[in-house]
Nanobody, 115 residues
Framework: QVQLVESGGGLVQAGGSLRLSCAVSASIFDFNAMGWYRQPPGKQRELVATIAKGGTTNYADSVKGRFTVSRDNAKNTVFLQMNSLKPEDTAVYYC?????????WGQGTQVTVSS
């Protein structure tokens, strides 16, 4: 069973930065892509960013230019660098590993941005 463990969330003021990490118990190359998702309070989970096996990245319009997804292949870890944070970025952030029709999820980490 694949395990994903997120870390790095917390409380930050608007304009600040956080770096999320996602440690995967398997090789990240076992998956078609790795993704970061978030679920704001009272809303549905939404895609934030993905990084494909080949390295192609994709971002939600709301985070383009502020967030960067990257990975450390040797450590099977995926990162989400979040800069210029806004109160609307407040959410539980989840790491997902995509393989075929399946997505494996971490437990999530809370990010709260105060105004």
């Amino acid at each position: 069973q694949v395990q994903l463990v997120e870390s790095g969330g917390g409380l930050v003021q608007a304009g600040g930065s956080l770096r999320l990490s996602c440690a995967v118990s398997a090789s990240i190359f076992d998956f078609n892509a790795m993704g970061w998702y978030r679920q704001p309070p009272g809303k549905q989970r939404e895609l934030v960013a993905t990084i494909a096996k080949g390295g192609t990245t994709n971002y939600a319009d709301s985070v383009k230019g502020r967030f960067t997804v990257s990975r450390d292949n040797a450590k099977n870890t995926v990162f989400l660098q979040m800069n210029s944070l806004k109160p609307e970025d407040t959410a539980v952030y989840y790491c997902g590993a995509l393989r075929g029709w399946n997505t494996y999820w971490g437990q999530g980490t809370q990010v709260t941005v105060s105004s």
